[in-house]
């Protein structure tokens, strides 16, 4: 039989820096038991003292910008400067098993291979957006662990931009030269979010177009923060030879340094912890609501009916609001 799970002893061990017990809290804010909640909102109360002065990087970009393999050659860079770099690489999940399908340790095998990066692929659920429920909460235990740089790595889809730039401290974004027709195939919001832009892949013959993509991005970035007082810094760089790393990494620091200079950085995070208090009750108010005997008794009939027409959406969600409040 398992031993109980006792979340005060797996606290000592997690801000003692145990590999294994990282993974094991982990686990367990990933759980969606009721119970396992219980013990994860305990073991994040005890790891709270612990927490909150990491450097916290949000990382995406459009498919093929290299987000994996510039994590990899930035993490290795930050390491070897004496750095402990936890990455939470929140994947798309498989619709039959709910597991990360990605695979991004495969990606960051150089990370992968030294004790002082974690990497933890996150699989996404149901949870709108690409963004794991856990993926907050994850944030606390690798900083209560002494990994002093988090990055979260998103999917690059969706909503999920939205969701972790609300949870870090400089979102970070990566393009490629020459996307689509030039800059016409780049949503106005996700250039909106981004704190820092860089061009991945300025090596070899792609240089010059990058360069190009670089200025064309600078003079967008002019007309969507026209009123802004810090302009977004808009680089290049190149995972491979890794030119330009050092100077994204220096406009991440540079950003987040001004934050704090002029106190934005507490306000920023004062605000998350806002949205992620009202997002815990949400998220709960639904795990309540689907889990309801009443509401589970009269699901199936209300959907069936709902799909021949012979019930709008309209009526069939007050009946299962109301079944949902029978319970209380």
């Not at 692929?121 to 690409?130: D, I, K, M, R, V």
């Not at 991440?252 to 306000?267: F, P």
């Not at 109301?322 to 209380?328: G, N, S, V």
């Given at each position: ?7 005060a002893?797996?606290?000592e061990?997690?801000v ?24 994860a ?28 393999t ?18 939470l690489?929140?994947d ?17 095998s ?10 933890r ?10 963004v ?22 998103t ?27 030039q ?5 106005r ?19 010059g ?21 810090h ?9 491979y ?28 995070r ?46 069939a969600s ?11």
């Open positions: 039989m398992r031993q109980a799970l006792d979340p002893a797996l606290a061990q997690v003692a820096g145990s590999r294994a017990h990282v993974a094991r809290a982990l686990t367990l804010v990933e759980s969606s038991r009721p119970d396992h909640r219980a013990q909102r305990e073991l994040l109360t005890l790891l709270r003292p612990h927490t909150g002065s990491a450097v916290r990087v949000g990382i995406s970009g459009v498919p093929g910008a290299g987000k994996s510039f994590i990899n050659a930035m993490g290795v860079r930050l390491i070897e400067r004496g750095h402990n770099v936890a990455v690489a929140v798309p999940s498989s619709t039959r098993s709910g597991g990360s399908v990605l695979g991004d340790r495969t990606r960051m150089d990370l992968a291979m030294t004790d002082h990066a974690f990497i692929p996150s699989p996404t659920g149901n949870h709108l957006g690409g794991a429920r856990a993926t907050r909460e994850g944030m606390l235990i690798m900083e209560a662990a002494g990994f002093d740089t988090i990055i979260v790595e999917v690059g889809v969706g909503q999920s931009e939205v969701a972790v730039a609300g949870m870090v401290d400089t979102f970070l974004l990566l393009m490629v030269a020459r996307t689509g027709d800059l016409q195939g780049i949503k919001g996700i250039l909106e979010l981004a704190d820092v832009i860089t061009v991945s892949k300025a090596d070899g013959d792609n240089q177009e990058a360069r190009v993509t670089a200025r064309e991005l600078k003079i967008a970035m002019r007309l969507i923060k026209s009123d802004s007082e302009p977004t810094p808009v680089l290049t760089c190149s995972s030879t890794g030119d330009g790393l050092d100077e994204v990494w220096q406009a991440v620091l540079d950003h987040r340094a001004t934050l704090a200079s002029e106190g934005e950085l507490d306000v920023r004062a605000e998350q912890q806002r949205d992620w208090m009202w997002a815990l009750v949400m998220d709960e108010l639904t795990t309540s609501l689907r889990r309801s005997p009443r509401v589970k008794a009269i699901t199936k009939d209300l959907e069936a009916a709902v799909s021949r027409g012979e019930l709008s959406a309209v009526e007050g009946q299962i609001l109301d079944a949902f409040r029978a319970d209380f």
